[in-house]
């Protein structure tokens, strides 16, 4: 199957700082790409869809401003979380799916576990 | 709306049993896909099975199975001979064609296999 990689896994950071999570696909184009956050023992939330060029959607209640997310390549996208803060730590996912028509299976990275101290 | 219910949040089975994990969901739409995605410990999401709304006959993969009541709006996962590395959080989920691919969630079933 298609193999999608995040980067960094795991990261700790202090409050007030930004931090960027990569997510690649390494041996496809991912027309689209997907954030997701989970909390510990919970199910996971999507945040935002980005297609490569274009802005990213985002799901209602979550800031764009404070969740920025760039899909400037086919095998690309980064979230930014500015100014984060304790309560944005949690575990982010991201996804990525292939092809512009009917329906396109998505692969999961890996995951990013995100602290802020 | 487009929502995934899961009613059991935690289950346990002696390695080799059968087990079945519920799913019920409520869409208005007739053209989606219903899956069933296994974390394990890692944190890592994977796809165990998927089925097509349109199709009537029940998707396998293997040991795992599903009973697919489209009237009903039930999607139940079935392993048999279940194994110690099944013990995973299990997500049944749903996405409707033309609604940009989102993936809704359901809150997900711990399941334990026991030694």
């Known amino acids: 199957g298609a193999v999608v990689s995040q980067h960094p896994s795991r990261v700790i950071c202090k409050s007030g700082t930004s931090v960027k999570i990569e997510c690649r696909s390494l041996d496809f184009q991912a027309t689209t790409m997907f954030w997701y956050r989970q909390f510990p023992k919970q199910s996971l939330m999507l945040m935002a869809t980005?297609?490569?060029?274009?802005?990213?959607?985002?799901e209602q209640g979550v800031e764009k401003d404070k969740f920025l997310i760039n899909h400037a390549s086919l095998t690309l996208s980064t979230l930014t979380v500015t100014s984060a803060h304790p309560e944005d730590s949690s575990f982010y996912i991201c996804s990525a799916s292939i092809g512009a028509s009917g329906y396109n299976e998505q692969f999961f990275g890996p995951g990013t576990r995100l602290t802020v101290l | 709306a487009q929502t995934v219910t899961q009613s059991q949040p935690e289950m346990s089975v002696q390695e080799a049993e059968t087990v079945t994990l519920s799913c019920t969901y409520d869409?208005?739409?007739?053209?989606?896909?219903l899956f069933w995605y296994k974390q394990p410990p890692s944190r890592q999401m994977i796809l165990v099975i998927r089925q097509e709304a349109y199709k009537q006959q029940n998707a396998t993969e293997n040991r795992f199975s599903v009973n697919f009541q489209k009237a009903a709006k039930s999607f139940s996962l079935k392993i048999s001979d279940s194994q110690l590395g099944d013990t995973a959080m299990y997500f049944c989920?749903?996405?409707?064609?033309?609604?940009?691919?989102?993936?809704?969630f359901g809150k997900g079933t711990r399941l334990h296999i026991l030694p």
């Open positions: 980005s297609n490569e060029g274009s802005k990213a959607t985002y």
């Open positions: 869409t208005s739409e007739n053209n989606y896909y």
């Open positions: 989920a749903s996405l409707i064609m033309n609604r940009d691919d989102k993936i809704i």
